[in-house]
């Protein structure tokens, strides 16, 4: 069991940075894979990111490329988005999540097993 918790969301402006933490319980947190997903008003949850277990390649939406990083530290159970240039279009609820499912599957909300409740950033123009 896990138990997720993000924070630092808030209210920016076009063009500015935030970042998000996942705080996790339990001590098997460095065996699952962080994603991170987003949900804005009457739109599906949407794929941001994800930072694996294994130590493999981050992977990200296209829309966030090189804007987002996602990071991780094991030892305080805790993974980052760093969110960078951000734009009204990121306004949304985001949540971060854990599962163990293969490298295919990472990008597919329901193989998550483990959700945080959610965490508003909202981009003005």
């Known amino acids: 069991q896990v138990q997720l918790v993000e924070s630092g969301g808030g209210y920016v402006q076009a063009g500015e940075s935030l970042r998000l933490s996942c705080a996790g319980s339990g001590r098997t947190f460095s065996t699952y894979n962080m994603g991170w997903f987003r949900q804005a008003p009457g739109k599906e949850r949407e794929f941001v990111g994800v930072?694996?277990?294994?130590?493999?390649?981050?992977i990200y939406a296209d829309s966030v490329k090189d804007r987002f990083t996602i990071s991780r530290d094991n030892a305080k159970n805790t993974v980052y988005l760093q969110m960078n240039s951000l734009k009204p279009e990121d306004t949304a609820v985001y949540y971060c999540?854990?599962?163990?499912?293969?490298?295919?599957?990472?990008?597919?909300?329901?193989?998550?097993?483990?959700w945080g409740q959610g965490t508003q950033v909202t981009v003005s123009s």
């Open positions: 930072i694996r277990r294994n130590g493999g390649p981050t």
């Open positions: 999540a854990a599962g163990t499912q293969v490298l295919s599957a990472v990008r597919s909300s329901e193989m998550y097993a483990y």
